[in-house]
């Protein structure tokens, strides 16, 4: 029996491209004691796995040219060596890698744990609403930006995996909430989730004006997804005592370092006394349960719902990566084998 697996070819120059991988086959691995075996059925197409497939210094350990490309997924288990885990149970990890079959550990720590597939939901929310994107949102808003009835919220790449549930949940903690995202059509998404406004980044002549219209008295928390000139036009807009999230980059992510010349806004800093804070989502790995809960509950009670862009095929995977970044997906970004 085969696995088909995606290494990494080269370290991306930029962007990533469908040819940064590479496909190979393999033999199927078998488990070994206290491991399962799981048929993959759906995989996650995250920004974060960019930072995966670069030679620089991340939080966590890259994938080198040759490795299986990292990624999280949810699966069947086939073969189970560990007691608590049975042949047709759904498993859900982190650690699943870009392949058909995977063997995994289900009692490793933290990030790296495996986790069941709860009753009542989709399989493949564990990958978003109610997986990694959901708890980041979750943490973030709660832990970091922590808005009140009154408040004006910016979220950028509303209408991505994190960024539609940042609006939802800020909606139902009293926030205004402005979206900025790259079309029309997924700021009309955003409209329907209940968000309050929108720009268009790639349209809107000037985003700092299409703020201050918006916004006239500032903005109180802004969720940060993107960095970038997003970024640079929302920061000099802060209201007092401002709660700022930095939780992704994806629009300089691809660029030289030498490109960014760094924090433009520290005098609007001063003069609103603004937080910023870095968010790692790993750690705050220990509140999943009370997020999940959280999360399930809005979901229940029909106040989250989620928009999903799912690509059929494994050989579709490098694809569905580009298109998650390019933003030429809607929502959250899957791929179902
Ligand atoms: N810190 C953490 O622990 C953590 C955890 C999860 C996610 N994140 C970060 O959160 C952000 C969103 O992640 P996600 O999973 O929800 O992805 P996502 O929003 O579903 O997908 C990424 C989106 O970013 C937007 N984008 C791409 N290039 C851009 C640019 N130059 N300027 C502005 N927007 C751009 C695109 O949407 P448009 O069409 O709107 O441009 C694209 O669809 C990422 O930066 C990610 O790294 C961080």
Redesign the pocket.
């Known amino acids: 029996m085969m696995n088909r697996q995606w290494v990494l070819d080269t370290y991306p120059d930029g962007a990533a491209t469908e040819a940064t991988w590479r496909m190979v086959e393999t033999e199927r691995p078998e488990p070994g004691p206290g491991q399962i075996l799981i048929r993959v059925k759906w995989l996650s197409l ?3 796995m960019r930072g995966r497939i670069s030679p620089a210094a991340n939080y966590a350990a890259g994938v080198a040219p040759g490795g299986v490309m990292h990624g999280g997924g949810v699966g069947e288990v086939i073969a189970s060596n560990h007691p608590d885990w049975n042949v047709g149970d759904m498993a859900e990890s982190m650690s699943v890698g870009w392949q058909e079959y995977a063997v995994l550990t289900p009692d490793l720590p933290g990030s790296a744990a495996t986790n069941r597939v709860p009753e009542g939901v989709p399989e493949q929310a564990t990958l978003s609403w109610l997986g ?2 959901g708890l ?1 949102a979750y943490v973030g808003l709660t832990e970091i930006g922590r808005p009140v009835p009154g408040d004006v919220l910016v979220v ?8 539609q549930l940042v609006g939802q949940i800020a909606k139902l903690m009293g926030a205004t909430v402005i979206g900025i ?3 029309d059509d ?1 700021l009309n998404h955003c409209r329907a989730l209940g968000f309050d406004a929108g720009i268009n ?1 790639k349209t809107c002549p000037d985003i700092g004006a299409a703020l201050d219209d918006l916004a006239p008295n500032g903005v109180n928390v802004f969720f940060d ?2 960095g ?1 000139p ?1 970024h640079d036009a929302v920061l000099s807009r802060l209201a007092t005592r401002a709660r700022v999230i930095i ?5 300089v992510v691809d660029k030289a370092p030498s490109e960014d010349i760094g924090l433009r806004a520290s005098s609007r800093l001063i003069v609103t006394r603004a937080r910023i804070e870095g ?4 750690d705050w790995w220990h509140r999943r349960d009370e997020a999940f809960a959280k999360l399930a509950q809005w979901y229940r009670d029909g106040h989250i719902q989620y928009r999903e862009d799912v690509l059929d095929g494994f050989e579709r995977v490098p694809e569905a990566f580009v298109r ?4 030429a ?1 809607q ?3 899957l791929v179902r084998l």
């Open positions: 995250d920004p974060y990694m994107p980041t950028s790449a509303a209408s991505g995996a994190v960024g995202a790259g079309s997924k980044y997804n993107t970038g997003i939780c992704g980059r994806i629009a968010l790692i989502v790993f998650m970044m390019t933003g997906k929502g959250k970004q």
